[in-house]
C-alpha cells in the first residue's frame, strides 16, 4: 500500500516538524501562561543558584637543553606549591603534570605540560596565584622570575 502526502495531512505535519527542530511557536507546545510561569522559574532559580562552571587551562613549557632537572626543580618549589594551596581552598579542583614519554621532532617538542581544572575562570578574594605567592612566599619579591631564565 503506497501512502501519499495527503493522507497525512500536510497541516497536522507542520506543527509536529516544527517541534521537533525546536522551532514551535507557543502555541502548539504549550499554554502561554504555561510558559511564563516555567521561563519566570528558570529565572528565578538562575539568579538565586549562578552557574560557576569549571575552567581547563593548560600551560606547556619548552626548557633549554641541559637545564630540565634543574627548571623542574624550580618549578616544583614554586608554582606546585601555589597550585597545591590553590587546591587546599577549594579554586583548583585537579592539576596533572606530564612529561612526554618519546621523543619528538623540534617544532612540536614540549618538555612539560600542565594541565589544571578550576573551580570557575575568575578566582575568588584572596586565592588568585598572585595572592597565594604573596601568602607563602612572603620573604621573596618575586619568586617566579627565576624559572623564567630557562625557557626556551
Sequence with gaps: MKLNASDYG?????????????LAPASTAA?????????????????SHPAQKEFTEEWVYRV?????????????????AILDRQKQLGYVKQYTVCAPGLHTSEESRWDYRVIIVRASYDAPPGQSEDEVAKQLFTDQAMPHVEPQLYLA
Design 10 to 22: 500536510r497541516a497536522s505535519r507542520k506543527p509536529f516538524l516544527l517541534m521537533l527542530f525546536g
Design 31 to 47: 499554554p502561554k501562561e504555561a510558559l511564563v510561569q516555567q521561563a519566570q522559574r528558570e529565572s528565578a532559580s538562575i539568579a
Design 64 to 80: 633549554q637543553y641541559g637545564h630540565k632537572d634543574e627548571w623542574f626543580r624550580i618549578f616544583k618549589k614554586y608554582q606546585l
